[in-house]
């Protein structure tokens, strides 16, 4: 029997988010989870934008760093992501989303993956025999993975299986055609990975994971069995859930199971939502560069050489400015003027403008 907890947030005031994320670790029996002194907390970082739903929520990082230092006061704690493979974002992008502020507050080391020294280690995938992964994640005795849930251009949906990418710093990119596997692979080495506290405060939908609608949900899933979580969340969302790849990939790896799975907090709020399902083929970044890596000799061309960096800054500059400023601002400003949430990102926002 695998447990996933769902709380929903019913009480919209500041400080509610934080308790209801204690009371979904409390509930999942997490501490059971945790061993040795050294924890790494892996977020979402993606985005040095701020669009609520594309980075881990910060009142939600606030009460997961929070109950760690409370149920573990001595422990070594760090907390990071990586740059993705278009753009160099995470930096800013933790200034910008507080997560370094909140790094600070806990005693926190922040780190950047990709700024890391790295150790080959064996995956034993199907794909990734071997990999060079940052040295502190080996390091480490416990991860706890602290994802938001959102749909996703590429594998439908992104949660706690997909959150693991973001461990493999420095060429990940190069394996979008085989994807769901390599998810799998990954998953089924950082079996340390102990525990989950998925962000479903504002979710994503449509074109996501960067270029997606902000949607609230209100919501704070939780467990230690990912595959449970991540097929839990596509039912939510209102995918086929059994169709979701890295899912079915992930469970004959071992990773998790899909069955007999156990929903326990508010059971009776759990329904089935009908989210806008990514379109690949009109986000164009995620078009062209699927229909050229097709194209073996075209692949070997853009993807394999430094011309590589060009196509990168198209689609940074894609995301940072067109979408950005003709969606991302947009999203931005209904989620300030409709919803609570303004409390947690008004002050960031006028900080964005601030940091270079």
Same mark, same amino acid.
């Given at each position: 029997?695998?447990?996933?907890?769902?709380?929903?947030?019913?009480?919209?005031?500041?400080?509610?988010?934080?308790?209801?994320?204690?009371? &979904?670790?409390?509930?999942?029996?997490?501490?059971?989870?945790?061993?040795?002194?050294?924890?790494? %907390?892996? *977020?979402?970082?993606?985005?040095?934008?701020?669009?609520?739903?594309?980075?881990?929520?910060? /009142?939600?990082?606030?009460? !997961?760093?929070?109950?760690?230092?409370?149920?573990?006061?001595? &422990?070594?704690?760090?907390?990071?992501?990586?740059?993705?493979?278009?753009?160099?974002?995470?930096?800013?992008?933790?200034?910008? /989303?507080?997560?370094?502020?909140?790094?600070?507050?806990?005693? %926190?080391?922040? =780190?950047?993956?990709?700024?890391?020294?790295?150790?080959?280690?064996?995956?034993?995938?199907?794909?990734?025999?071997?990999?060079?992964?940052?040295?502190?994640?080996?390091?480490?005795?416990?991860?706890?993975?602290?994802?938001?849930? @959102?749909?996703?251009?590429?594998?439908?949906?992104?949660?706690?299986?997909?959150?693991? /990418?973001?461990?493999?710093?420095?060429?990940?990119?190069?394996?979008?055609?085989?994807?769901?596997?390599? *998810?799998?692979?990954?998953?089924?080495?950082?079996?340390?990975?102990?525990?989950?506290?998925?962000?479903? #405060?504002?979710?994503?939908?449509?074109?996501?994971?960067?270029?997606? *609608?902000?949607? !609230?949900?209100?919501?704070?899933?939780?467990?230690?069995?990912?595959?449970?979580?991540?097929?839990?969340?596509?039912?939510?969302?209102?995918?086929?859930?059994?169709?979701?790849?890295?899912?079915?990939?992930?469970?004959?790896?071992?990773?998790?199971?899909?069955?007999?799975?156990?929903?326990?907090?508010? %059971?009776?709020?759990?329904?089935?939502?009908?989210?806008?399902?990514?379109?690949?083929?009109?986000?164009?970044?995620?078009?062209?560069?699927?229909?050229?890596? @097709?194209?073996? =000799? !075209?692949?070997?061309?853009?993807?394999? #050489?430094?011309?590589?960096?060009?196509?990168?800054?198209? &689609?940074?500059?894609?995301?940072?400015?067109? /979408?950005?400023?003709?969606?991302?601002?947009?999203?931005?400003?209904? *989620?300030?003027? #409709?919803?609570?949430?303004?409390?947690?990102?008004?002050?960031?926002?006028?900080?964005?403008?601030?940091? @270079?």
């Amino acid at each position: 029997m695998s447990d996933v907890v769902f709380l929903k947030i019913k009480k919209h005031e500041v400080g509610e988010v934080q308790r209801i994320v204690h009371k &979904a670790m409390d509930v999942g029996e997490y501490k059971k989870y945790i061993h040795g002194p050294k924890i790494f %907390v892996k *977020i979402n970082g993606i985005s040095d934008q701020l669009v609520p739903g594309q980075c881990s929520s910060p /009142w939600v990082v606030d009460g !997961v760093l929070s109950k760690l230092r409370q149920d573990f006061p001595d &422990a070594e704690i760090y907390m990071g992501d990586a740059n993705l493979a278009a753009a160099e974002q995470l930096n800013r992008a933790s200034q910008i /989303w507080g997560h370094r502020d909140l790094a600070k507050k806990y005693n %926190v080391t922040f =780190v950047n993956l990709s700024e890391q020294p790295t150790v080959e280690v064996d995956v034993g995938g199907k794909i990734f025999k071997k990999l060079p992964l940052p040295k502190i994640l080996v390091d480490v005795d416990t991860i706890l993975n602290v994802p938001v849930a @959102k749909t996703h251009c590429l594998t439908d949906i992104t949660c706690t299986l997909k959150n693991h /990418w973001g461990m493999v710093p420095r060429f990940r990119h190069q394996y979008h055609l085989v994807a769901d596997q390599c *998810i799998a692979d990954i998953n089924f080495y950082f079996k340390k990975t102990a525990f989950n506290v998925v962000d479903g #405060t504002i979710m994503m939908e449509g074109n996501a994971p960067r270029t997606g *609608i902000p949607r !609230v949900e209100d919501v704070i899933i939780a467990g230690a069995d990912r595959v449970a979580i991540d097929y839990t969340v596509a039912k939510y969302m209102g995918f086929d859930a059994d169709k979701v790849g890295h899912i079915a990939r992930a469970e004959e790896m071992g990773v998790g199971s899909r069955k007999n799975i156990r929903l326990i907090g508010d %059971v009776n709020d759990f329904k089935i939502q009908n989210f806008k399902k990514p379109e690949p083929d009109k986000q164009p970044i995620f078009f062209w560069e699927m229909h050229l890596r @097709k194209v073996p =000799v !075209v692949k070997q061309i853009i993807f394999d #050489t430094p011309i590589f960096r060009i196509f990168s800054e198209i &689609a940074t500059l894609y995301n940072t400015k067109v /979408w950005y400023n003709i969606h991302g601002k947009k999203y931005t400003k209904q *989620i300030l003027e #409709t919803s609570w949430y303004r409390a947690e990102f008004e002050d960031l926002v006028k900080r964005e403008s601030e940091i @270079k």
